[in-house]
């Protein structure tokens, strides 16, 4: 059988990716054209030459075109959904297209949501009503990830420690994937405590919700190996110049790094306790490609077919957005937070929407 597939915002065609968006649509359905198992049939944006544009590029006729993502559902029927708008909105639209009759499975673009209670009621409302929900943390399908991964299980750094990343945006947006690879590492195991500080002066909107400048983070997973996390969106360094590094994984008998920072360092390497220098571990691939975003969306169609639980799935991602909403929580109350977190907002809105944070506007 051939999946019949909708798209749910399209964007502007991706010539000119920035902060308001980068039209992820389009990545997914290169994804889904290449698989024969999938057919593009509709989009929808409220934007209709918008629409009208990604429907012209991917052969999607007339009748497929929408402004009303709903009316789409409907009329359509499609099995699977791509949801590429704005993460304010990813609930309402997820759960609008869980509920609806047809839709087998729904890939939707990271972060969850805006809010943790929205990201836990889009994991229980897939739940509830069987419906395939992913996210988009597509740099788990990198070689260079997957092979860290490979020699850490079979045990070239000892047991696992400590998880480490740095993010040059903020723990919100490029931290979301920094999360989930450090989960992924860590064998998906749930987090037990966070404590965070961020420094927010200067307005960072990305997609249309805010981001710290700057944060420090610490947690730990109730498996005891503990986290920890700098970023940095100010273009300065600070706590993610300090970490500097994608990702690392610090063993009782070595260390792995993916993505060190440095002109000349290599996407993977390891050196492990007694060695003179780093080893570079080859790879077919560093951390950024979109081809990742074809890898992901295979697999999630594999998995829709076969019947297998996916690695993007919603419990996966919630486990990682946790962390992010505990971290801002943690700066929020100015202590350490345990968890399950128990909050359904987004602290760092709140504080500035109270007037806590009041970070100045950014020129232009």
Not at 72 to 86: G, N, R, T
Not at 105 to 130: F, L, N, S, V, W
Not at 303 to 311: A, H, N
Request: proline share 5%.
């Amino acid at each position: 059988m051939s999946y019949q597939v909708a798209v749910i915002g399209t964007g502007a065609e991706p010539d000119d990716p920035g902060g308001d968006g980068y039209a992820m649509a389009y990545h997914h359905a290169n994804g889904y054209e290449k698989l024969d198992d999938a057919e593009l049939v509709a989009c929808a944006d409220i934007v209709r030459e918008n629409a009208e544009a990604f429907a012209a590029e991917y052969d999607i006729d007339e009748g497929g075109i929408y402004e009303d993502y709903e009316a789409m559902l409907e009329a359509v029927e499609p099995d699977i959904v791509s949801v590429c708008v704005p993460p304010s909105i990813h609930a309402p639209i997820c759960i609008d297209c869980i509920r609806a009759d047809s839709v087998e499975a729904i890939h939707c673009e990271k972060p969850m949501a805006e809010t943790y209670g929205g990201a836990r009621m889009m994991a229980q409302e897939a739940d509830r009503h069987g419906v395939q929900l992913t996210f988009n943390h597509q740099r788990r399908f990198s070689d260079a990830v997957r092979t860290a991964k490979q020699l850490l299980d079979d045990g070239e750094i000892g047991d696992l420690e400590r998880v480490e990343f740095s993010a040059g945006v903020g723990i919100f947006d490029y931290g979301s994937h920094s999360f989930d690879l450090c989960n992924y590492f860590n064998d998906e195991t749930p987090g037990e405590w966070v404590m965070g500080q961020i420094d927010y002066r200067e307005e960072n909107v990305l997609f249309g919700s805010h981001n710290e400048n700057q944060a420090m983070v610490m947690w730990q997973y109730e498996n005891g190996v503990h986290g920890l996390a700098g970023t940095d969106g100010t273009g300065t360094g600070g706590p993610a110049e300090a970490i500097a590094c994608h990702n690392r994984l610090v063993g009782s008998d070595g260390v792995i790094e993916v993505g060190p920072a440095g002109d000349d360092t290599p996407p993977l390497r390891i050196r492990r306790h007694g060695d003179a220098q780093w080893e570079t571990v080859e790879t077919e691939d560093g951390l950024h490609s979109w081809e990742f975003v074809d890898r992901a969306i295979a697999e999630n169609v594999r998995c829709l077919r076969e019947g297998e639980t996916p690695e993007l799935g919603a419990e996966n991602a919630l486990n990682a957005t946790e962390l992010i909403f505990a971290t801002w929580e943690s700066s929020r109350k100015r202590g350490r937070v345990d968890l399950p977190l128990e909050i359904d907002d987004n602290p760092l809105v709140e504080m500035v929407e109270s007037g806590e944070l009041n970070p100045e506007p950014r020129d232009g």
